[in-house]
């Protein structure tokens, strides 16, 4: 039962009381991303410089967190403590401190 039908059966008093609603988000990883902590230096492409904590990593993206706010542009470059090389990539999601980031190339 969607949850409309539970809201319009609960206010005509028809309502399952015990009935619990779960609408789980659904996964849209194409990759595990095993957790991990990470420094990470973000560079936009106006040549900004910032930091944050890779908290999971995969081979097609990982999750940043930030200690600040900031809109993330929609591609960035990428280096990773401990791992050569820069990567490039691009925003899939931003919420108040933390971003999924895919891999491009």
């Known amino acids: 039962m969607s949850f409309l039908s539970k809201l319009i ?3 005509s008093g028809k309502a399952d009381l015990d009935a619990e609603i779960s609408e ?4 849209q990883r194409s ?6 902590y990470k420094v990470v230096t973000v560079t936009y492409p ?3 410089v910032r930091k944050g904590i ?3 990593l995969s081979d097609t993206g990982l999750r940043v967190r ?5 809109e993330l542009p929609g591609r960035l470059d990428l280096k990773i403590e401990g791992l050569a ?18 891999f491009l190339g």
């Open 9 to 11: 059966s609960w206010k």
């Open 24 to 27: 789980e988000p659904s996964e």
């Open 31 to 36: 990759d595990d991303r095993p957790g991990v």
């Open 54 to 56: 890779v908290v999971d």
């Open 85 to 102: 090389g820069a990567r490039t990539g691009e925003v899939v999601w931003q919420e108040t401190h933390d971003a999924g980031i895919r």
């Open 46 to 48: 106006s040549g900004y």
């Open 66 to 70: 930030f200690s600040q706010r900031g």
